[in-house]
Structure formats: structure tokens, C-alpha cells
């Protein structure tokens, strides 16, 4: 059998990474609202489930931040995270941030009608930014490999 | 799709009978880097523009041109 070259094989874990990060972001998301911590924890819920939502949204950002720096090969991980993988992940951390700061404003205004605790204001800023900025990355991941 | 910036990188590559994959590998990138290029989806960096020029044994500009 052949072995693969080090382009192939970088095409194929890039490809898994895009259905990998989508898949556990709306995993991440979908949990948020059926049973997230923020209208969860009004109900009572327990508080590994309210913990739970921070290491989810951590666990997201890191896939997001190191990319494959969990690859062992450095040519493989060299072509994983090319300058265009580079850029897509630039355009997710960018469309997160301009979510955060719109939300965060939209809370500032809201604050004159109702009163938010730091937790909650903290979970509707950084659930859907952190939502937006990977589901960005992967729609710039999967344009890139189309038709490839 | 950029319109301020054209490219004939299919076209050369398919003169030199190099698949995606070959170019990939020749510049040292992913496949997909060449296809956002090739699609004009993603403009590259100089470095890279001076990478594919040397793969494809032409010029920057032969390969890359800004619209009239």
C-alpha cells in the first residue's frame, strides 16, 4: 500500500477538525439551551452542570486557539495551520469579538430595565461569541476545502 | 471572491500538468491554501505569492495581476 504524502494526510485531519469543532459546537450551544447554567441554575441546577459550562466554553477556545498544536509531526502540523488556516481562525476570533462587544452593549442598555448578575452577563456575552467564532472558523474551514 | 486581484494560477499549474497536491507539496502548503487561491477566495501573502512563482517556474506577475 502507499503511504500517503504529508499534504494528504494534513487534507484529511483539516477536514476532521472542521466537522470535529462544528459537532462540539453545537453540542456546546444546543446544551445552552436546553439546559443551560444561566436559566438552569434558576431551577436549581446542580453545580458541576454550572461548571461544566466553563470548562465547555474553555475547552472551545483552545481548539480554536492552538489549532493542531497537538500534532506530533511538525510538517503535518506546519500544513494543517497554513496561512489560510491561519486567517480563517483571525476571522472567527474577529466575528466573536464584534458578538462580545454588541452584546455587551445590548446588556448595558438592558441594565436600565433589569438587572443582570456578573454571572449572567458574563454566560450571554461569551456563549454566543464563543458560538460564533468557531462556527465562522469552521464555514471559512469548510469554503477552503471545497471543491479542493 | 476578490475582484482586486486576478490570478492565473489554474491555468499554470494545469500547463505544467501538476495536480493540487503536487503544488501543495512543492510550496510546502495544504491543499485547500491552493484552491482558496486558485477560487480567489483567499489573497496570499507576498511570501506565498513568491513561493507559487517558484514552483511554477514564473514570475509574480504573470501569475497575479490587479484588474485594468
Known amino acids: 500500500m502507499q503511504s500517503r504524502s504529508p499534504v494528504e494526510i494534513a487534507d484529511q485531519f483539516s477536514r476532521k477538525r472542521v466537522t470535529l469543532v462544528a459537532v462540539a459546537t453545537f453540542v456546546f450551544l444546543g446544551v445552552q439551551l436546553i439546559a443551560g447554567p444561566f436559566w438552569g441554575a434558576r431551577r436549581g441546577t446542580p453545580y458541576i452542570s454550572q461548571i461544566g459550562w466553563v470548562i465547555n466554553a474553555f475547552v472551545l477556545l483552545l481548539m480554536l486557539a492552538i489549532g493542531s498544536g497537538l500534532l506530533r509531526n511538525r510538517r503535518i502540523r506546519s500544513l494543517v495551520d497554513d496561512e489560510v488556516s491561519r486567517h480563517n481562525r483571525e476571522m472567527g476570533i474577529i466575528a466573536g469579538y464584534w458578538v462580545a462587544m454588541a452584546i455587551a452593549m445590548g446588556l448595558y442598555v438592558m441594565t436600565a430595565f433589569r438587572t443582570f448578575t456578573a454571572r449572567e452577563a458574563l454566560y450571554l456575552v461569551v456563549t454566543p461569541s464563543v458560538g460564533v467564532a468557531l462556527l465562522t472558523f469552521c464555514y471559512l474551514e469548510w469554503r477552503a476545502h471545497r471543491d479542493a | ?68
Open chain 2, 1 to 68: 471572491m476578490h475582484d482586486r486581484l486576478r490570478n492565473n494560477l489554474r491555468e499554470e499549474r494545469a500547463r505544467r500538468n501538476l495536480t493540487q497536491a503536487d503544488l501543495a507539496t512543492l510550496v510546502g502548503v495544504s491543499r485547500k491554501t491552493i484552491n482558496t487561491v486558485e477560487n480567489s477566495v483567499f489573497i496570499p501573502s507576498t511570501v506565498l505569492a513568491l513561493q507559487l512563482a517558484r514552483a511554477l517556474k514564473t514570475t509574480v506577475e504573470s501569475l497575479f495581476q490587479l484588474p485594468e
